[in-house]
């Protein structure tokens, strides 16, 4: 099995320049030119730059920036298209974290994660006074939580959004109206995920063909529905989504499905509401580091990796040298230690975030780590203001999600990663789009050891996350890079990675990216990603002490922009089909 299959803990782990720019609402957006990649950047100033899983879905927020739009509008038209090309990976039946920057360095999220309805609780995932194996709680109703993506997009739209609501969604719309190819990527996904991808009848009718095997990659797909839906909210506004028609639909497909059908109520999705949340921020070497709090994990993880290596000379080490690798996967081992540990809704458990970030606390953990040795165990610390006694719990696992980053004329950022959880979510599909499996993020079993677990599941609550949009600063106050990744509960280790390769070993943000993954959040077992120099390595890692380690095929999808000289210069992850666009 890969990376993104689900892990047991003991074997695992991106003002208007005149209001003529701006269409009126409801009019058209001018037909698209072909897609410009980014190879060499463009310069501060220019209407901003978009880097994208897929180049469709770019250059929708391409054409926002090249019409005087904010980078918030782009990413919000970058999110709508993915629903469109991506629809495996994200969606407007699923959520999002998005970290907002803007040139003096100040920085805004909102949590657009999906929550459990009403009805739900601690023994949500139990039949017969069993719990369900992972796989089999994915399918149909009981894994759906009330999306958020669409009251995300529009408090952000609220405060920053420059262009028309209505314009925000054209590209989007012409996609599935007029058709899309299916990417390689995508048939990938649609065969190695038949149970989800054609579980809906509708969904089968879209992407299968009458011998039941997905569309051969480069067929056009017109999906109908997914238009009519998009040109609805477009016109109505994002409570259209959970209000009426839409909403009464959602809810009845939940509660019919052939497969765990589940309560979920209209009121359940009318309450749903996206919340602003205070960013976690925090000194590395000279540069400010800021990511998603929780019910995310992102901003805790990848910073306690980052600052547990702080006081060792990461450059001088060397990115060809498995002393680094070695000092990366134990500061992992830690990390993940703690997130099991503490992080869940911090509306329902008390998260010790101020603790997980102190420097002193993270510098004690740090003192864990030796050069030259591997720890014998990695268990959770104690930070400073952790009070409730919640028992350390497995770790649960999204897989399909994408993450995109835009920056605009004025400097200001936006790193958004949405997902619809497994590949293409529930299965389930409302409208043309795919309902989310987020649920299945909660720990299934909800205790251990007599004790409860942080991230159980409860009514109203929002399942743990490790999504991690960062946004970094460098020391003059500048944004240096915006960066985010998908790949479950590897994304916080691919994060630190490629910020390590960019702010430690000098590299370009595409070729941090591109850098091979270590990984190691659990046990003794690290995990190095096949055919790359880790896989060389191996050897060397295990004279250090680690007693496995194991080679996996690589399932990685990171975007990024950074400010380099003057410029704005975009980087996609080699591994996925993802580019950068320039309007």
């Not at 009464?248 to 949340?277: F, Q, S, W």
Request: charged share 15%; with cysteine.
């Amino acid at each position: 099995m890969d990376f993104l299959r689900p892990l047991r803990f003991a074997a695992i782990f991106a003002a208007l320049l005149a209001n003529a720019c701006v269409p009126p609402p409801g009019a058209p957006v001018a037909p698209p030119s072909p897609p410009r990649a980014a190879t060499t950047g463009v310069a501060e100033g220019s209407p901003g730059l978009v880097s994208a899983a897929d180049p469709r879905a770019a250059e929708a927020g391409a054409q926002m920036l090249r019409l005087g739009g904010s980078a918030t509008d782009a990413a919000i038209a970058t999110m709508l298209a993915l629903t469109v090309v991506e629809p495996q990976s994200s969606g407007i039946g699923g959520g999002g974290f998005l970290l907002m920057g803007d040139a003096s360095g100040l920085v805004e999220t909102i949590d657009g994660r999906e929550t459990a309805p009403k009805a739900a609780g601690p023994q949500w995932f139990y039949a017969g006074g069993k719990p369900l194996a992972y796989g089999d709680a994915i399918p149909g109703g009981r894994s759906v939580g009330v999306p958020g993506n669409l009251r995300l997009a529009a408090l952000a739209h609220n405060k920053h959004g420059k262009l028309s609501w209505r314009t925000l969604f054209q590209p989007a719309i012409r996609l599935a109206r007029e058709g899309f190819a299916i990417s390689p990527r995508m048939r990938a996904s649609l065969a190695g995920a038949a149970r989800t991808g054609g579980y809906d009848p509708a969904a089968r009718a879209l992407f299968y063909g009458t011998d039941d095997q997905p569309l051969a990659a480069g067929t056009v797909v017109q999906n109908a529905a997914l238009a009519a839906t998009l040109e609805s909210i477009a016109a109505r506004g994002a409570d259209s989504f959970y209000t009426g028609d839409n909403a009464a639909t959602i809810a009845a497909k939940v509660g019919t499905a052939p497969t765990n059908p589940a309560p979920m109520t209209t009121a359940d999705i009318a309450a749903y509401k996206a919340v602003e949340r205070a960013p976690v921020c925090g000194q590395y070497r000279q540069y400010r580091v800021c990511g998603m709090g929780p019910p995310s994990s992102g901003a805790t993880t990848v910073y306690a990796i980052l600052k547990q290596l702080e006081r060792f000379d990461m450059k001088a080490l060397g990115l060809a040298n498995p002393a680094s690798w070695h000092l990366i996967a134990e500061a992992q081992r830690l990390a993940y230690a703690d997130r099991d540990q503490y992080l869940a809704d911090s509306d329902f458990v008390s998260v010790p975030v101020i603790g997980l970030v102190d420097p002193a606390y993270l510098a004690g953990r740090s003192q864990l780590i030796s050069e030259g040795a591997t720890m014998p165990t990695a268990l959770p610390g104690t930070p400073p203001g952790a009070k409730a006694a919640f028992a350390r719990a497995e770790p649960q696992n999204e897989q399909g999600t994408t993450h995109f980053v835009t920056v605009d004329r004025w400097g200001s950022a936006a790193s958004y990663t949405s997902t619809v959880e497994g590949p293409f979510g529930s299965g389930l599909m409302v409208g043309g789009y795919y309902l989310n499996n987020e649920l299945t993020d909660f720990n299934i079993v909800p205790d251990r050891d007599g004790k409860p677990t942080a991230n159980r599941v409860e009514a109203g609550k929002r399942p743990r996350s490790s999504m991690s949009p960062t946004l970094i600063y460098g020391p003059d106050g500048k944004l240096r890079l915006a960066i985010g990744a998908a790949g479950g509960v590897t994304i916080p280790a691919q994060v630190a990675k490629a910020i390590i390769g960019v702010l430690d070993w000098n590299l370009s943000a595409r070729d941090a990216i591109a850098l091979p993954v270590i990984f190691a959040p659990g046990g003794d077992v690290v995990f190095v990603e096949k055919g790359t120099s880790l896989e060389t390595m191996i050897p060397a890692l295990q004279k250090l002490g680690h007693a496995q380690v194991i080679a996996r095929n690589p399932s990685f999808k990171a975007n990024a922009i950074e400010h380099v000289g003057g410029q704005w210069r975009g980087a996609a992850d080699p591994r996925s089909e993802g580019a950068s666009v320039a309007p």
